[in-house]
């Protein structure tokens, strides 16, 4: 994890580079399948969100204090987002447009004014906020 600044228009250039983000949701993705058969299930996503502690950032609450009956219910209500055609799995584009829909809405969230975020590596936020490095050393 590092302590990064980021603002809104670092992640939107982000969701704007089409390839680097199609490249990065290609290879989450591909780490999240772990029975690799091109479809996220439940218990994959579920990890996913786990780890990202979707629940913390976007709730705003504290996962341990919820009993393990609302954290299912959340997840459930997360995975239920995912899966925009409810037929029971994820695949590459409803999660893409999901996380760009979380992205936005973190920009959004951010306004113009650049904050200070604890960023775990390899989370999208991160990568939006080395893209941005680079391209600045480049030009
Ligand atoms: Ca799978
Ligand atoms: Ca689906």
Redesign the pocket.
């Known amino acids: 994890m590092s302590v990064e600044v980021i603002d809104a228009s670092t992640i939107r250039n982000f969701l704007n580079d089409e390839q680097f983000f199609t490249k990065s949701i290609e290879e989450r993705f591909s780490t999240i399948d772990s029975n690799h058969d091109g479809r996220l299930s439940y218990a994959e996503l579920a990890k996913e969100l786990e780890k990202l502690r979707v629940i913390e950032t976007h709730f705003g609450v504290d996962g341990d204090g919820l009993t393990k009956h609302e954290l299912g219910q959340l997840y459930q209500g997360l995975f239920a987002r995912f899966?925009?055609?409810?037929?029971?799995?994820?695949?590459l584009e409803?999660y893409k447009s999901e996380v760009r829909e979380m992205m936005l809405a973190i920009a959004n969230g951010l306004g113009f004014l650049p904050v200070q975020m604890v960023l775990e590596e390899g989370s999208f936020l991160k990568l939006a906020v080395e893209r941005e490095r680079v391209v600045k050393v480049e030009t």
């Open positions: 899966d925009h055609d409810a037929n029971g799995s994820v695949d409803e």
